[in-house]
């Protein structure tokens, strides 16, 4: 999964049709490293979306932006609009993470 590396380009991806998924994390959150223990699976299942993983705390604005109060989170966006967001207390496990996907 590419890390975001500056806001222009979480702009450019945001906005293009094909829907992408950001997954905001930051280096000090287990959360965040039990969920790259399962996240590989359901990236190779559900390709229909590019995947970018977002530094909450190196892009504070960005997350405050889409209201991403928790890590790990995902965002679906497609033309610069969010489209979904799976809070951080139900990004837990490989189950949640699914049953997101699959009611988006």
């Known amino acids: 999964m ?3 590396k500056n806001t222009e380009q979480f702009q450019q991806l945001i906005s293009q049709e094909k829907p992408v998924i950001m997954k905001f994390t930051a280096g000090w959150c287990p959360d965040c490293t039990r969920m790259d223990m ?6 190779a299942e559900y390709n229909q979306y590019d995947w970018y993983e977002v530094d909450r705390d190196e892009f504070p604005e960005v997350a405050e932006k889409y209201d991403v109060m928790g890590i790990p989170s995902l965002l679906i966006f497609q033309n610069a609009e969010k489209q979904a967001h799976l809070h951080s207390a139900n990004a837990k496990s490989p189950e949640q993470v699914v049953s997101f996907l699959q009611s988006v």
């Open 38 to 43: 399962f996240i590989g699976d359901i990236i």
């Open 2 to 4: 590419e890390r975001i």
